[in-house]
């Protein structure tokens, strides 16, 4: 049997895919999908082992995805191995991810397009162009709306 005729393989390319989907980079995405398919926290080496990236550039990765809370790093006692698990909780790390994108993609056009409107807003020249960016801007106030309330409803499950 190959190790790729199993459910945890296939399991882990449908949680890679995802991952890639949303935007992840290949790495995070791979080592979210071995963490998601594992009972137990991993070994940087046997991540090193599994995705065959270096021990720096897993180091590198995992202490970002550390500091975005997506992961736990740590040392058992008496041993020297450094070990990352991740919340299995797949719900959890959904609406992170869409925390993320709402503040980096709706809250920015909301802070700027009003002070854009109004700098340009007496001004018979633009008339044209204020028209598209009052509507982009009216779009942008219902997403934020739509996706306050999504983020809300994941809360609450």
Same mark, same amino acid.
């Given at each position: 049997?190959?190790?790729?005729?199993?459910?945890?393989?296939?399991?882990?390319?449908?949680?890679? &895919?995802?991952?890639?989907?949303?935007?992840?980079?290949?790495?995070?995405?791979?080592?979210?999908?071995?963490?998601?398919?594992?009972?137990?926290? $991993?070994?940087?080496?046997? *991540?090193?082992?599994?995705?065959?990236?270096?021990?720096?550039? *897993?180091? #590198?990765?995992?202490?970002?995805?550390?500091?975005? /809370?997506?992961?736990?790093?740590?040392? !058992?006692?008496?041993?020297?191995?450094?070990?990352?698990?991740?919340? /299995?909780?797949? #719900?959890?790390?959904? $609406?992170?991810? /869409?925390?993320?994108?709402?503040?980096?993609?709706?809250? @920015? @056009?909301?802070? =700027?397009? @009003?002070?854009?409107?109004? !700098?340009?807003?007496?001004?018979?020249?633009?008339? &044209?162009?204020?028209?598209? $960016? =009052? &509507?982009?801007?009216? /779009?942008?106030?219902?997403?934020?709306?739509?996706?306050?309330?999504?983020?809300?409803?994941?809360?609450?499950?």
């Amino acid at each position: 049997m190959k190790t790729k005729d199993t459910p945890k393989h296939e399991f882990r390319e449908i949680v890679y &895919d995802s991952c890639k989907a949303v935007g992840l980079d290949d790495l995070p995405s791979r080592l979210i999908s071995i963490l998601q398919s594992e009972k137990e926290e $991993i070994s940087l080496g046997e *991540l090193a082992e599994i995705t065959g990236y270096s021990l720096s550039n *897993l180091s #590198t990765t995992i202490k970002w995805m550390e500091d975005r /809370q997506m992961v736990k790093k740590f040392k !058992k006692p008496k041993s020297r191995k450094i070990y990352v698990e991740m919340d /299995q909780d797949i #719900t959890s790390f959904f $609406i992170e991810l /869409q925390k993320k994108l709402y503040h980096q993609s709706l809250k @920015p @056009p909301l802070k =700027k397009l @009003p002070e854009i409107i109004q !700098k340009y807003g007496n001004n018979e020249k633009f008339v &044209d162009e204020l028209k598209i $960016i =009052k &509507d982009y801007y009216n /779009q942008t106030i219902f997403m934020d709306e739509e996706t306050t309330k999504f983020i809300k409803a994941l809360e609450n499950r």
